[in-house]
């Protein structure tokens, strides 16, 4: 399985993997009721053998392996010091390996992977690989976020420029921030069956304490000076961008909304 990953968690300065492992649990808890919903309804409630590919902290396996005590959850990250992170995991249901599908072919009842491929250059073939070690008849699950589905009000137009060009600016870098709507098509070529995706949107419950991730991103810590370097915006956009995105956060009806989108098919 070649991969090249763009995010290198074993690279991250200490206090940048402390901040990262916290917003990855964050997001997994945020995202918990859809996740349970959705894996459950698809297949999930009567799997014996899952796997969780880039299983990262830990959260989803953990969350999943306390409501189905009788299952075996394995996890597979190609990182090294994650182990670390996962320390305060407790189940004694999981087994998790740091290396890439080291399983043998039809090993698996339900694969799934969260936020991985887009990470990484060639995301067919991990599915592929997820294909490979799933059962006959068993699940194959990716769920990766479309930041072109990201909207906001007010100042809709601007922030959506400002998206786009963060999505340019990301994937130059190896990191694909619209590989949700690319699922579909992926599955279609490997061949798997039953193939659905369903396009979960964020429930907006404001009011934020914080940038809604997405814009905090394209900003950067450099209030996007990056993007007018790459020329991806004119310093002119960016100030006027950055004005509104203060306006944006004192506005009390400002809205956002986002989408993950969840990719099934059964191993023929
Ligand atoms: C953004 S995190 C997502 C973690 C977790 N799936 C979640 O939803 O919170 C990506 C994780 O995938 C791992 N990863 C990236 N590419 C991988 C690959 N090709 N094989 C295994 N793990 C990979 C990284 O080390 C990292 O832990």
């Not at 969350?63 to 320390?87: C, H, Q, R, W, Y």
């Not at 009000?153 to 340019?168: T, V």
């Not at 279609?188 to 995706?197: M, T, W």
Request: glycine share 6%; hydrophobic share 35%; proline share 4%.
């Amino acid at each position: 399985m070649r991969m090249n990953p763009s995010y290198a968690f074993d690279t991250f300065t200490k206090t940048h993997k402390q901040s990262e492992i916290e917003r990855l649990t964050r997001n997994v808890a945020s995202h918990s009721k859809a996740l349970c919903e959705h894996f459950m309804a698809n297949g999930l409630i009567s799997s014996k053998k899952v796997l969780d590919v880039g299983y990262g902290t830990g959260a989803m396996l953990n969350m999943f392996a306390s409501l189905m005590p009788e299952t075996e959850f394995t996890g597979v990250d190609n990182s090294k010091d994650i182990l670390e992170s996962t320390n305060s995991i407790a189940e004694k249901n999981l087994r998790f390996i740091r290396s890439r599908l080291p399983f043998e072919d039809e090993s698996f009842d339900f694969v799934y992977t969260r936020l991985v491929l887009m990470h990484n250059s060639e995301p067919l073939n991990i599915v592929r690989e997820m294909r490979r070690v799933c059962k006959p008849g068993g699940i194959v699950v990716c769920v990766e976020i479309d930041d072109e589905t990201a909207f906001f009000y007010p100042y809709a137009m601007e922030f959506s420029q400002l998206i786009r060009a963060n999505i340019e600016y990301a994937l130059r870098r190896g990191t694909d921030r619209t590989m949700g709507r690319k699922l579909f098509g992926i599955y279609k070529s490997l061949g798997l069956s039953n193939v659905k995706v369903i396009t979960q949107t964020s429930d907006y419950e404001g009011p934020y304490d914080d940038l809604p991730f997405s814009l905090r991103l394209a900003m950067g810590p450099d209030e996007a000076k990056h993007l007018v370097d790459a020329e991806l915006i004119t310093d002119e956009q960016r100030m006027d961008w950055m004005a509104k995105i203060n306006k944006f956060c004192e506005d009390p009806n400002r809205f956002y909304s986002g989408s993950f989108m969840y990719c099934f098919g059964k191993k023929p």
